[in-house]
């Protein structure tokens, strides 16, 4: 079946810094990246859809310039949360998409600003 | 555009009980549906989905939905629970195409947590 993996699973950055997250396709081309947040014990809430080699286009009230998403390649694309702030800590999920595939979920992002 | 509502936030039920998980759409064009279940601080996996033919779709882990279009509902179902069905329950739903996979996004409903008490 189709894999996607999503590193890293926990992160801790200082207040201030950016942090990466990388969410890889292992068997399959994802036309379409999507990025969650989750909230504690609440649903996922869509962030941005990318596609490969397009700009992604972000949901309302979601700021671009604070959540870069890169989809440079169908296997690999990229949530960068600039100058990260406590209230940035959340759950971070992506999903790749692709024909006659469906939609499979990578395995989260704790990220903790402190 | 799509919407998921599931009407219940919470659902405890005693082991090798059956449950059912409420699920309702709205949506003005044809639809595919998913149901997702998430443990602790992990992703979502797929249970099951449906995207065309038999109205009755069984996934994994002994779990099947009934897709109704005139009542708009998709809802979840498992003849006898274990304790290791404990986890959140997603509804979601997407408009179709011809694939079954989609550049379109998905809706997620609130989720369901359902508790299987020994």
């Known amino acids: 079946g189709a894999v996607v993996s999503q590193h890293p699973s926990r992160v801790i950055c200082k207040s201030g810094t950016s942090v990466k997250i990388e969410c890889r396709s292992l068997?399959?081309?994802?036309?379409?990246m999507f990025w969650y947040r989750q909230f504690p014990k609440q649903s996922l809430m869509l962030m941005a859809t990318?596609?490969?080699?397009?700009?992604?286009?972000?949901e309302q009230g979601v700021e671009k310039d604070k959540f870069l998403i890169n989809h440079a390649s169908l296997t690999l694309s990229t949530l960068t949360v600039t100058s990260a702030h406590p209230e940035d800590s959340s759950f971070y999920i992506c999903?790749?998409?692709?024909?006659?595939?469906?939609?499979?979920f990578g395995s989260g992002t704790r990220l903790t600003v402190v | 555009a799509q919407s998921v509502t599931q009407l219940d936030s919470q659902v405890p039920v005693f082991e090798e009980a059956p449950v059912e998980l409420r699920c309702n759409y709205s949506?003005?064009?044809?639809?595919?549906l998913f149901w997702y279940v998430q443990y602790p601080n992990q992703g979502l996996q797929l249970l099951l989905k449906?995207?065309?033919?038999?109205?009755l779709v069984k996934g994994i882990n002994g779990f099947e939905a009934e897709f109704n279009k005139s009542q708009t509902s998709f809802h979840l179902r498992k003849p006898s629970v274990h304790i290791s069905d404990t986890a959140e329950y997603f509804c979601?739903?997407?408009?179709?195409?011809?694939?079954?996979?989609?550049?379109?996004?998905?809706?997620f409903g609130k989720g369901t947590l359902l508790t299987v008490n020994p």
């Open positions: 068997d399959f081309q994802a036309t379409t």
């Open positions: 990318s596609n490969e080699g397009s700009k992604a286009t972000y």
């Open positions: 979601a739903v997407t408009r179709s195409v011809n694939s079954g996979g989609s550049n379109y996004k998905l809706t």
């Open positions: 999903s790749a998409s692709a024909l006659l595939r469906g939609y499979t």
């Open positions: 449906y995207l065309s033919g038999s109205t």
């Open positions: 949506s003005s064009v044809s639809v595919y």
